[in-house]
């Protein structure tokens, strides 16, 4: 299919986004659509002085929109992040918040549009039981995002990943309202990211649709979802890696990024509450940890999604219709693009385990494993990600 118009739409499901090569030609007009005036950019350091951002700022102005910039985001942001983007949005007058970039920066957009409105601290609002209740959602900005990667499918999503300094740990913090409530997906803005970055944030994508894929729970229509992002990713992710200018493989790759995001309010897994700490602990990134861990849980859950993984592996068309398959498919892809295949590759030390396994115990991802997960468990898979020895399920 060639790149086109045929690759473009105007989507409901699940906000409002405008999907198309070019599209960002119409962030002022969609800031107005939310009844913004003076827009909040919330953006990351690498992307500061990005020719992307700066013609985004300069075609609001010239539009009648004057733009704010903030890019103090780290890469795997912070609670202090966020409180300092909240002073900017109150010191500059702004009215909205355009998150535009990676996961970190559409994750802190989202949070700094939900505390300009609060009173008590971010982590009174982490998803646990009914604390999203305690919002005042008439304080709430507006969010208008933009995606510039292919991996977390923030956009979509109605929880920011948040590390709490004092663990340090990652928190999920949730509110319904926090899913921005228009998105504008250019795959045209991923053309410039680097293979290993391409790579990277495309597990994180193949993550999201597979963990919700096999995560506890009666969702179809989540599964179905998860399915076709995961065809689109076996597809697309190698192409887009080895050619980067590749604007059909960014745009079906940016696709199956939102797809997992979308999926995965059913739930996610082990994958997950193994890679949040290792993040939090050792600043690693989150598409290069979930690429880790994701063979080794697929083969410690096989026993309880045997058939589900039966199923993907004919869907996707592998070698043969087995869990098997599916586990060799992920090792080869991992492979193909230039992922790590050991914890110890991304300089996590054996002895960091120890502190690792609590932080896992405690991660709300765990709570949708499709297997449970003891202490033990989770120690076992740690040992097994750091020696590249898969467990036997």
Known sequence: ???????????????????????????????????????????????????????????????????????????NPTGGNVDDGVAAFRAGGHDGVIAFGGGSA?????????????????????DREDWSTRVNEAGMAPVVAVPTTAGTGAEVGRVSVITDERGPIKKLIFHPRMMPRL??????????????????????????????????????????????????????LPIAVRDGANLEARAHMMIASTMGATAFQKGLGAIHALSHPVGSLFDAHHGLTNAVFMPYVLAFNRPAIADKLTALARYLDLSSPSPEAVIAWTLALRKNIGMPHTLAELGVPEAGIETLVPLAEIDQARECNPRSLSRDDLKALFEAAW???LPRG
């Open 1 to 75: 299919m060639a790149m086109g118009a045929a690759l473009r739409g105007n989507w409901n499901y699940p906000t409002a986004i405008r999907f198309g090569a070019g599209r960002i030609a119409e962030l002022a007009e969609s800031c107005r659509t939310l009844g913004m005036t003076r827009p909040l950019l919330v953006s990351d350091p690498g992307l500061k002085d990005n020719t992307m951002v700066r013609d985004a700022i300069a075609a609001n102005v010239k539009a009648g929109v004057p733009t704010g910039l903030f890019a103090s985001v780290r890469p």
């Open 106 to 126: 559409l994750d802190v957009g989202k949070a700094i549009a939900l505390m300009v409105g609060q009173h008590r601290p971010i982590w009174d609002f982490e």
């Open 183 to 236: 998105v504008i997906a250019d795959p045209a803005l991923t053309l410039g990211l680097p293979a290993h970055l391409t790579a990277a944030t495309g597990m994180d994508a193949l993550a999201h649709n597979l963990e919700a894929y096999c995560a506890l729970g009666f969702h179809p229509m989540a599964d179905g979802v998860a399915l076709e992002g995961m065809r689109l990713i076996k597809t697309w």
């Open 387 to 389: 020696r590249g020895e």
